[in-house]
């Protein structure tokens, strides 16, 4: 038996633009930037499902849909992305009550998180905390394209203050970190920790 296989590639299609629809507070280069190509490339459908898997991972949107319609010329096709957005923000507020030990009574805390701050696709976080003798702030941002590259960039900066009996201790420090990828759904992490202890006896007078 002789079997006589005939492939045909068609013509080959680029990108004539790409076209974004439906994001109010998301900026466009925030979408651009999950695709590996651009206008002017040659059509590639697995780069194209890649970008949407990245778009949903994102967490910014409710819904992702790319589709095509025909460019200017037979062999050019419009790349077209429809979102939903999706609330980004989240506001929590917790109250306790602690008997026993140092630190008994009322404690609050308090935060509020913003995944695509001012629509740049940005992580910022801010939180405070306290009871009758202990303060805690905390404050946290993530750049995810640094300098224009897949890599994350943040810090995160705190201050706790605690009454002890006899004295007091004010800790303050912060990390600076790095996201590298690995792949499409792997990433390693490199990252630098300060931590500075103030100690004030009670006793010694200021």
């Known amino acids: 038996i002789s079997i006589v296989y005939t492939v045909d590639q068609g013509q080959k299609a680029y990108v004539e633009r790409i076209d974004i629809r439906g994001n109010d507070k998301t900026r ?40 095509t319609a025909p460019g200017a010329e037979p062999d050019q096709v419009v790349l077209i992305v429809d979102v939903v957005e999706k609330s ?32 740049r696709g940005q992580f910022l976080k801010l939180a405070l905390g306290g009871t009758a003798k202990s303060r805690t702030y905390t404050l946290s941002f993530t750049e995810p394209y640094f300098l224009g590259y897949r890599i994350a960039a943040g810090f995160d900066l705190f201050k706790n203050s605690n009454n002890y009996t006899g004295y007091d201790l004010e800790r303050t420090g912060g990390t600076v970190r790095f996201g590298l990828p690995i792949s499409d759904r792997l990433s390693s992490q490199i990252a630098y920790n300060f931590v500075q202890d103030e100690y004030v006896d009670d006793d010694v007078p200021p």
């Open 28 to 67: 466009d280069y925030v979408i651009r930037r999950e695709f590996d190509l651009s206008e002017g490339d040659a059509f590639n459908q697995v780069m194209i499902q890649r970008a949407k898997r990245r778009l949903e991972r994102l967490g910014f949107f409710e819904k992702v849909e790319i589709a």
């Open 88 to 119: 980004t923000g989240e506001f929590s507020i917790g109250a306790g009550y602690t008997t026993g030990g140092e630190d008994t009574g009322v404690s609050l805390e308090g935060s509020i998180t913003e995944r695509n701050f001012l629509g």
